[in-house]
C-alpha cells in the first residue's frame, strides 16, 4: 500500500473558488482554462480553427490552433455547449440532472454530489451504500479506461484492437445495464440509497478484464502504435490530478484522501503509477488500473439491496428549515471530482462542480506546445477530457 | 502475433438479432395504480398515457410504469428509400452530456455492426445524408448546428437523438425539428440502429 501523500494538493478551481486536498478557499480569481494563444504572434504563423463541431471530436469543442503549419505553438480549448444546470426545485431533481453532468461518469458525479449533501444534512449513508458507490465508480472506470485505449488505436487506424476494445465496452455496459437497468446508473442513486435491489456479475466482468488484458498487452508490444504516444504531451505538474499525475510519478488518488477512502483502505488499493509524464504513461496507467479495478470490486462485500429511499421524504418537514454545507470527494476515472453543496432553508441554494475535465483542459493545452499536428488526437485522448462536464455551470 | 490474426481468432461476434438490453431503455408500460403520483419531472405521463420523447427514465412513476422490454422507439416521420443501400451520418453534439455520443458511436460496435445495414458515419456534412442531432441546443452550437443542415446536400434527413434533442429532456423546452425521432435518455444502440434502418425503409432491428 503506498502512503497518502501529506502535503496538501489542489484539486482544483472553479468560480472563484479553490479546492485543496484539505480546504477549500475563496480565490477570487477565474477556473476558466488559460489561453495560450498570445495576441501578438510572429511572421507566418497562423491561428487554425478546428471544430466545434468536426470529424474525429466525439464532442463539440472548439480547438484553435497557433502554429506554422506542423509545429503547435499554443492551443486553446472553448466548450461551445455551456449548459447552464439550476439548482432550483427539491434534492430529488437537481440528482437528475447532477447524474446528466457527465453521463459517462455518472457514478462519479452522483457519489460526490451525494456524499456533500450528506455532509450538509449532517447524515452519513449505510456502509453497504457506500460500498455500493464505490462498485458503480470502479465499474465506471473499467469502462472508461477501455475508452481511452479504444479511441487511441481508433486514432492509429488500428482497427482490429479497436474493434475488440468496442466489444469490450459494449460488454461493460451490458453487465452494468444488466445489474441497474440502466447502462449509464441513471436513476440508481439516492441520498442514503439505492433505488432498487441490484446483483454485479463479477463471472461476466471478469472475462471482460481477462479479454482487455490481451489487446492491451498487444497494443503495448507495438512499436508503430506506442510510438504515437511516447514523448507526446509530456507534462510533470504538481496541479495534475487522476491518471495524468499518476502517469508523472505523482501519487495523487482520491481514493486515498478522499470520501471513500476508507472502503479502499481496507481493499489495499494498489496506485498504479508512470515515470514518463506522457501519452503513453497516461494509457499505460489506465490499461493497468482495469485489473485494479477489477480486484477492488472482487474484493467488495456487496450487498445492494433496495436502500432508505423513503428517507428524504419521511424527513422532508424536519429538513424545512434546515441550513448547511458539504464537501463530497471522489476519484473519476480521470482524477478528483468534487462537489460543494450549500442548503439554505431546506434547499439547495448553491453548486459548485469541481470537475476533472477542467483540470485536465489545463494540462492537455500545456502539454501540447511544441508538439507537431499528427500528435494532437492522440494527446487529447490520453487525458480523457469529457466537454460536458467543462461546459457546464450550476445556477 | 498480427492483428490480422488476433481478429480473425476472435471470430464473429456480431448478433442476428437484439439479444442484451437494459430494461430502463426500452418502452414503459402501465402496469396497474401503485398509488400517488408518479411525479414525472419532464410531462413525459399524461393522462396515463407515456410520451417516450419526454422520457428521461428516472423511474419516479415505478412501478405504476415498468419497462416492456420492447426497444423499437424510434419515430419515422419521412422514410428515405434512396438511402436504403448506403447511408451515411454525420453526427452533431448540440448540448448532450457524452451518455448519447458513446450509445451512439456503440452501433459500430461488433455486436451490432452497422455496417452490415448499410449504414456508416462520415466527418463531413457534405458527405451527409442524415443530419443526426444529439443534446439540448445550446447557444454556442446553434450557429453550428445551421451551418452543418445547409451545408448537406439534398434529399436529406434530420434525426433527433435523445430526450434532450427529442423534447429539451430535462434541461430546456426546445426540441429539434426531426424527420426521425429516436427516445432515450440515452437510446441504446438496438434503439438507435432500429430507427435508422426503418429510416431508409427497411424493417428494424
Redesign the interface.
Known amino acids: 500500500m503506498v502512503a497518502v501523500n501529506p502535503k496538501p494538493r489542489i484539486i482544483g478551481e472553479t468560480d472563484g473558488y479553490k479546492l485543496y486536498s484539505d480546504r477549500l478557499e475563496e480565490a477570487g480569481v477565474s477556473g476558466e482554462p488559460s489561453n495560450l494563444i498570445s495576441k501578438v504572434r510572429p511572421g507566418g504563423s497562423l491561428v487554425f480553427e478546428y471544430g466545434p463541431a468536426a470529424g474525429g471530436l466525439l464532442e463539440s469543442a472548439g480547438v484553435d490552433i497557433d502554429t506554422f503549419g506542423e509545429y503547435i505553438r499554443g492551443v486553446n480549448v472553448t466548450p461551445y455547449k455551456v449548459r447552464r444546470i439550476s439548482v432550483s426545485g427539491g434534492v430529488e431533481d437537481v440528482l437528475l440532472r447532477v447524474e446528466r453532468v457527465n453521463g459517462c461518469f455518472a457514478a462519479s458525479h452522483t457519489a460526490a454530489f451525494l456524499l456533500a449533501l450528506e455532509k450538509a444534512y449532517g447524515v452519513e449513508a449505510p456502509q453497504d451504500v457506500v460500498i455500493g458507490r464505490v462498485a458503480q465508480i470502479e465499474l465506471e472506470r473499467i469502462r472508461n479506461n477501455m475508452f481511452v485505449a479504444q479511441r487511441l488505436a481508433e486514432h492509429a487506424g488500428f482497427s482490429v484492437p479497436s474493434a475488440n476494445l468496442l466489444y469490450l465496452i459494449e460488454e461493460v455496459n451490458r453487465v452494468i445495464g444488466r445489474a441497474f437497468g440502466h447502462r449509464y446508473f441513471y436513476g440508481v442513486n439516492t441520498l442514503r440509497g439505492f433505488r432498487m435491489d441490484w446483483q454485479l456479475d463479477l463471472g461476466a466482468l471478469k472475462n471482460i478484464v481477462d479479454e482487455f488484458r490481451e489487446v492491451f498487452r498487444g497494443l503495448l508490444d507495438n512499436r508503430v502504435f506506442i510510438d504515437r504516444l511516447q514523448g507526446n504531451g509530456v507534462i510533470v505538474d504538481e496541479g495534475s490530478i487522476g491518471p495524468a499525475a499518476r502517469a508523472a510519478g505523482y501519487v495523487y488518488d482520491a481514493r486515498l484522501d478522499g470520501d471513500l477512502a476508507g472502503v479502499y483502505a481496507g481493499l489495499g488499493l494498489s496506485v498504479v503509477r508512470a515515470d514518463s509524464g506522457d501519452a503513453f504513461g497516461r494509457l499505460l496507467v489506465r490499461g493497468l488500473e482495469v485489473d485494479e479495478s477489477f480486484r477492488i470490486l472482487s474484493g467488495l462485500r456487496l450487498r445492494a439491496g433496495e436502500n432508505e429511499v423513503d428517507w428524504l421524504s419521511g424527513s422532508h418537514s424536519d429538513n424545512t428549515g434546515f441550513s448547511g454545507s458539504g464537501l463530497g470527494w471522489v476519484e473519476s476515472p480521470s482524477g478528483d471530482l468534487a462537489y460543494h453543496v450549500v442548503v439554505r432553508d431546506g434547499k439547495i441554494s448553491r453548486v459548485l462542480l469541481f470537475a476533472p475535465s477542467n483540470v485536465n483542459l489545463r494540462l492537455f493545452t500545456s502539454s501540447m506546445v511544441g508538439n507537431v499536428f499528427t500528435d494532437l488526437p492522440f494527446n487529447w485522448e490520453s487525458f480523457g477530457i469529457w466537454m460536458s462536464e467543462v461546459g457546464v455551470r450550476f445556477v | ?1 498480427n ?2 490474426i ?2 480473425v481468432r ?1 471470430g464473429v ?1 456480431t448478433e442476428r438479432a437484439p439479444t ?6 426500452t418502452e414503459l408500460g402501465f402496469r396497474g395504480d401503485g398509488g400517488g403520483s408518479p411525479n414525472c ?1 419532464t410531462s413525459a405521463i399524461e393522462g396515463g398515457v407515456w410520451v417516450a420523447e419526454r422520457c ?5 412513476c415505478y412501478p405504476q410504469f415498468q ?1 416492456t422490454g420492447n426497444h423499437r422507439l424510434g419515430k419515422i416521420k419521412r422514410v428515405e428509400k434512396v438511402f436504403a443501400r448506403s447511408f451515411y451520418l454525420y453526427a ?12 451512439f ?2 452501433i ?5 455492426d452497422m455496417t452490415r445495414f448499410g449504414i456508416f458515419f ?3 456534412p457534405r458527405h451527409a445524408d442524415a443530419l443526426v442531432v444529439m ?2 441546443m ?4 446553434r450557429e ?2 445551421k451551418k ?1 443542415y445547409e451545408a448537406m446536400p439534398e434529399p436529406k434527413l434530420v434525426i433527433a437523438l435523445g430526450a434532450c434533442a427529442t423534447s429539451g ?3 430546456g423546452e426546445e426540441k429539434i425539428d426531426a424527420d426521425v425521432v429516436i427516445p432515450g ?2 437510446p ?2 438496438y434503439t438507435i440502429l432500429d430507427a435508422l434502418i426503418r429510416a431508409k425503409g427497411g424493417e428494424g432491428w
Not at chain 2, 452533431?92 to 450509445?103: F, K, L, Y
Not at chain 2, 445550446?138 to 452550437?141: A, F, H, K, R
Open positions: 502475433m492483428w490480422f488476433k481478429g476472435k461476434k442484451d438490453v437494459a430494461a430502463w431503455s419531472p428521461v427514465y428516472c423511474r419516479r419497462p452533431i453534439d448540440v448540448g448532450t452530456c457524452g451518455a448519447c455520443n458513446a450509445e458511436k456503440l459500430g460496435s461488433p455486436q451490432c462520415t466527418n463531413t443534446g439540448v445550446t447557444e454556442g452550437m453550428a448546428f452543418a429532456g430535462l434541461f435518455c440515452p441504446s444502440p
